[in-house]
């Protein structure tokens, strides 16, 4: 794999989707180096009425108290278990009131996949509300606690305990190793963990698609860069809140609270809280 510096700017003849050009100021806190096992057990999500489950990834409290203990989705989620709440595939297997208090988006007119590819693809386009919402509704059907990182979890998952703008320590000069962006990707997603993992096993933390979570001002941010950006926006410190660019082309008035119809590079993967006692099926 040819290191950042001899990667060419651009892919020639493709215009990537349309994401804010500002970069914001990076931040120069070292990471702090996480404990070598957490406190936990990795284990898979089975995805109701689906022959589908994915991993769950321990990630330890932090050594200063700041992050508590949780698990991490290995991959950004896939249109298998997307699928599955968009589309009311599991109508036939929820128990009465299970999930009565979960709103579900509307269907997309377009495919949604925007014909990238499906099966193992990272879901995309959906709005942090509909993010959200899947995670009420995961919640609901499996008794434990879903939802999106916070921007602070996402950053100490995506280090791994390592240095260096995009933390991945003494290999941040091969990025292409570990992540697809503007340079090598072909202006188009890739499978989820198609590349190498960080050092904690997690796939796809930069680059592919950006993810949602819940940024350190209450509002929401997308973080990691995606397949249509630049190298320099994957850092692990690098934030890109919505815009309104993202849903021009949307004909709907007023626009879809539910999908991103300009925003194919955006996606996101869940956590599980440790602590939440277990939910009524």
Not at 32 to 51: E, K, M, N, R, V
């Amino acid at each position: 794999m040819v290191a950042i510096a001899a990667l060419t700017a651009g892919c020639a003849g493709i215009d990537p989707p349309a994401v804010p050009t500002s970069q914001p100021a990076a931040r120069t806190t070292a990471p702090t180096p996480g404990p070598a096992a957490p406190p936990l057990q990795p284990f898979s999500q089975d995805i109701p009425s689906a022959a589908f489950k994915f991993d769950m990834v321990p990630i330890a409290a932090s050594p200063d108290g700041r992050i508590k203990l949780f698990w991490i989705a290995k991959t950004e989620l896939t249109w298998e278990a997307f699928d599955v709440f968009v589309y009311h595939l599991d109508a036939d297997s929820t128990p009465p009131g299970a999930t009565d208090a979960v709103t579900r988006p509307s269907k997309p007119y377009l495919p949604p996949d925007r014909g990238f590819g499906h099966e193992g693809f990272a879901a995309i386009g959906m709005s942090h509300h509909n993010a959200i919402e899947f995670c009420k509704w995961l919640s609901a059907r499996s008794g434990r606690h879903y939802r999106l990182p916070t921007e602070a979890e996402w950053e100490y998952a995506c280090r791994a305990g390592r240095s260096g703008p995009y933390g991945l320590g003494d290999d941040d000069a091969r990025l292409g190793d570990y992540a697809w962006f503007a340079e090598d990707s072909g202006a188009a997603p890739h499978a989820v963990a198609s590349r190498k993992p960080n050092a904690w096993g997690l796939y796809d933390m930069l680059g592919n698609v950006a993810e949602w979570c819940d940024g350190a001002d209450g509002k929401p941010v997308t973080k990691g860069g995606s397949y249509a950006d630049p190298a320099d926006r994957l850092r692990w410190d690098s934030r890109v809140p919505p815009d309104r660019a993202w849903n021009a082309s949307d004909p709907q008035i007023p626009k879809s609270l539910w999908w991103l119809a300009d925003g194919p590079f955006v996606g996101f993967r869940v956590v599980c809280e440790p602590d939440e006692p277990p939910r009524k099926k």
